[in-house]
């Protein structure tokens, strides 16, 4: 299967629409959190703009992410709308260059064909939470048995004692203990 290219040289006067479907395995991404994704849908349009080019896209997919506190899978849907700038890349100059705030949002190309898988899955990298939430509310698993508390609270005997505290436990035991023994 041949990568979704777009060519810019058929960018002419009007803008170039553009709409593909993007097959793209979970595994890709390297997130633990993220469990399957649906193909991506991207589609938009590529306009000349003085030095280079415009892109405005549309990123629409889905799939299932795992929740960080109670390891539940659940469903997940994204619809973005985005935009950047293409310019040719420059010849290096050997030293570093600090790139401008507007070029935050730039794609530089040394052929005048963009992949665009290689943008739709940054777009996706950038939107997945690195802790998902089945929602925010979510109470997590049980430390002790390891329950799902969202299904209803477990059989353990939770201490709630913040340890900070153990100190002053410890002196008022003792002040108790002087006071019985002077009674």
């Avoid at 709409?19 to 793209?24: M, N, P, Q, T």
């Avoid at 040394?110 to 939430?133: H, N, Y």
């Amino acid at each position: 299967m041949k990568p979704a290219t777009l060519s810019l040289d058929a960018v002419l006067d009007e803008p170039l629409r553009f709409a593909e479907v993007l097959s793209v395995p979970a595994s890709s991404f390297d997130r633990e959190p993220l469990l399957s994704i649906t193909p991506l849908e991207l589609s938009g349009e590529v306009a000349r703009v003085e030095g280079g080019y415009a892109l405005s896209g549309q990123l629409v997919y889905g799939g299932e992410l795992e929740c960080s506190r109670c390891l539940s899978a659940y469903p997940f849907r994204e619809d973005e709308a985005f935009s950047l700038l293409l310019y040719p890349r420059r010849p290096a100059a050997g030293e570093e260059i600090e790139l401008a705030p507007e070029e935050l949002d730039a794609v530089f190309y040394d052929e005048p064909v963009i992949a665009l898988s290689p943008i739709a899955e940054e777009r996706v990298q950038m939107a997945l939470p690195m802790k998902p939430l089945c929602r925010p509310d979510c109470k997590g698993l049980c430390v002790e048995c390891g329950k799902d508390l969202n299904l209803g609270p477990c059989g353990c005997a939770h201490e709630s004692v913040d340890p900070r505290w153990e100190a002053l436990r410890g002196l008022k035991e003792e002040a108790l203990k002087g006071l019985k023994e002077k009674a």
